[in-house]
Antibody
C-alpha cells in the first residue's frame, strides 16, 4: 500500500523558516518513474503547487515562491523535505505532499495534509 | 505560467442529474498533462482523471473527461450522493497549476 505522510510544526512565527517532512511508504524515492510534490491550500481556497523532486534529483519550484523554497530528499529514509523561508500569515495553509508518476503525469496518491498556521 | 479557469464556480444539481464542469487554459495544454481531482471537506484531493480522459484506478465510469488544446470538460453522468464535492482541474507542464475549483452542491 502506497502512503505519504506529512509532518512538521503546527504553528510558526512570521519571518521564521518552515520545515516539512513527507515520509513515503510502498514505493521508493529511487524509482525513476516517480517523484514527490508539495502542494498547499489556504483555508477555503484553491490548491497551489509548490515544488517537486524526482529520483535523479531533478527539482522544480513555483515561479512565485522559488526564492523561498528548497526541496530535498533522503532516499534511505524515504523522506522528502521542504523548507520555506520568511514565513508570513498568508502562508497559513494545509500543506500536502503527493506522488507524481511519470506514466500518469498526475498526482496519484496524496498525503492527508498538515495544517500550518503562521502567527505571532 | 498557464492559468486554468474553471466554470461555473458552483453547480447546484440534484442526485441523478448530469454535471458538466469546464476548465479553460490560458494557452494550449497537452492532453497528456490535464488531470481532474475531487476534494471533499477535510480530505485530501483524489485523482479522478489523467491524460484528459483516462480514469484513475477505482474511479466509477460515471466520471468521464474530454477535451484538448485549451478547453477541457469533466462530466459526471448521474450524480450520486457521494459526488457532491469540489472539483479541480490541473495541468502538468513544467510548472504545474490548478484551477480555482468548481463546487458541486446539492440543489
Amino acid at each position: 500500500q502506497v502512503t505519504l505522510k506529512e509532518s512538521g510544526p503546527v504553528l510558526v512565527k512570521p519571518t521564521e523558516t518552515l520545515t516539512l517532512t513527507c515520509t513515503v511508504s510502498g514505493f521508493s524515492l529511487s524509482n525513476a518513474r516517480m517523484g514527490v510534490s508539495w502542494i498547499r491550500q489556504p483555508p477555503g481556497k484553491a490548491l497551489e503547487w509548490l515544488a517537486h523532486i524526482f529520483s535523479n534529483d531533478e527539482k522544480s519550484y513555483s515561479t512565485s515562491l522559488k526564492s523561498r523554497l528548497t526541496i530535498s530528499k533522503d532516499t534511505s529514509k524515504s523522506q522528502v523535505v521542504l523548507t520555506m523561508t520568511n514565513m508570513d500569515p498568508v502562508d497559513t495553509a494545509t500543506y500536502y505532499c503527493a506522488r507524481i508518476t511519470r506514466v500518469l503525469d498526475a498526482f496519484d496518491i496524496w498525503g492527508q495534509g498538515t495544517m500550518v498556521t503562521v502567527s505571532s | 505560467e498557464i492559468v486554468l479557469t474553471q466554470s461555473p464556480g458552483t453547480l447546484s444539481l440534484s442526485p441523478g442529474e448530469r454535471a458538466t464542469l469546464s476548465c479553460r487554459a490560458s494557452q494550449s495544454v497537452s492532453s497528456s498533462y490535464l488531470a481532474w481531482y475531487q476534494q471533499k471537506p477535510g480530505q485530501a484531493p483524489r485523482l479522478l482523471i489523467y491524460g484528459a480522459s483516462s480514469r484513475a484506478t477505482g474511479i466509477p465510469d460515471r466520471f468521464s473527461g474530454s477535451g484538448s488544446g485549451t478547453d477541457f470538460t469533466l462530466t459526471i453522468s448521474r450524480l450520486e450522493p457521494e459526488d457532491f464535492a469540489v472539483y479541480y482541474c490541473q495541468q502538468y507542464g513544467s510548472s504545474p497549476t490548478f484551477g480555482q475549483g468548481t463546487k458541486v452542491e446539492i440543489k
